[in-house]
């Protein structure tokens, strides 16, 4: 085991490089030309590494870093130790992530499993696709008939994108992605795995059996969109599933057919949405929330973790449980059931005792 980071790191940055990202300033004993060689947890970090505090989880672990410096929130800041720099900021952990995306451009998306540029003489590109000068096309993809495809996009491994499909640029599509019936924009992301553009799960239903309902509809897919591992997005019925620009979607999600989402939403793992539900701008689902289909789910709201929503939820709500109700109420009957679940365990120690 000779590797020790997959990701080749491109640059060094210095203090002053580094409070000029937070835009702060460094403590007046500290060198400005002090070279940072690399980032690091608090608990690892060494003399000449970065790391960041904002979780008071991590405390103690501040108190003990050999770090050289670290980005810290002002609630952290008296508690860096004196051999390392505090570079105190209420956003440690974005600009820790921009120093990172400095210093391991590469881990920031997809790169050719292939180490290659161009497309590889293993690939399969149809003579009527359209491929701008600068697209990267792994051994093993299939490009379909009519497909347009920009520059500086990467085509992963196997993966197929289907015919009239369009594609932006600086896009990457990672290893075992499928493509079909859909327009992406530019800078998406696919991770391996990702589906877009199959079949919607429609049936009418009857005592003769179920009957196919031919889904028609596309994906639109919009620019800056994310999209993790093995997830699948189907296409619309009658009209489009649509994705907006700047969402995040985690792993192993569900999105069915003619389900809208708006911008800047983030859906995390495990995630289903039933088809025509539709998210606004800047929802937040936690992990496991099912949605039921045809609700619609305002701009601004959060649903916890393991939540179902069985009907609209209003704008800048904070709702939780099953079924999913504003957060407050869900608490006070948790409260309620513990209160009660407790007299009964009392009321059977006090029979016992009798």
């Not at 929130?73 to 720099?85: G, I």
């Amino acid at each position: 085991m000779t590797e020790t980071n997959f990701f080749p790191q491109n640059q060094t940055l210095n203090l002053r490089q580094v409070t000029e990202m937070a835009q702060t300033t460094l403590p007046d004993d500290a060198d400005g030309e002090f070279l940072l060689k690399g980032v690091a947890p608090l608990e690892s970090a060494g003399p000449n590494d970065l790391a960041y505090m904002d979780n008071p989880a991590y405390v103690g672990a501040l108190s003990r870093t050999r770090a050289g410096a670290c980005l810290v929130t002002p609630r952290f800041a008296a508690k860096v130790p004196a051999h390392t720099v505090a570079i105190v900021t209420p956003l440690a952990y974005r600009v820790f992530a921009q120093v990172m995306g400095r210093m391991f451009p590469t881990a920031l998306r997809p790169e050719s499993s292939f180490a290659a540029t161009g497309i590889s003489p293993g690939s399969f590109v149809h003579p009527l696709a359209r491929l701008e000068h600068g697209v990267t096309v792994d051994p093993g993809a299939v490009i379909g008939p009519h497909a347009e495809i920009g520059a500086g996009t990467v085509v992963g491994a196997h993966s197929v994108v289907g015919s009239h499909v369009k594609i932006g640029r600086d896009c990457s599509l990672a290893p075992h992605v499928t493509v079909s019936n859909a327009f992406i924009g530019n800078r998406v992301i696919l991770h391996p795995g990702v589906r877009i553009g199959q079949d919607g799960f429609g049936f009418a239903m009857g005592p003769q059996g179920h009957l196919k309902v031919p889904q028609i509809g596309r994906v639109i897919i919009q620019d800056d969109v994310e999209i993790g591992a093995n997830t699948t997005v189907d296409r619309g019925a009658s009209r489009d599933t649509v994705i907006g620009e700047g969402t995040k979607i985690d792993n192993l999600v569900q999105i069915g057919h003619n389900v809208v989402i708006g911008r800047h939403c983030v859906i995390v793992a495990q995630v289903g949405i039933a088809g025509s539900s539709t998210l606004e701008d800047y929802v937040a689902l936690g992990g496991q929330v099912a949605v039921r289909g045809h609700v619609r789910i305002g701009m601004g709201a959060q649903i916890a973790a393991t939540s179902a929503v069985n009907g609209d939820v209003p704008a800048g709500a904070r709702w939780g449980g099953v079924p999913a109700r504003p957060v407050r109420e869900w608490f006070r009957e948790i409260t309620a059931l513990k209160k009660l679940a407790s007299k009964g365990d009392s009321d059977k120690d006090d029979g016992a005792s009798s």
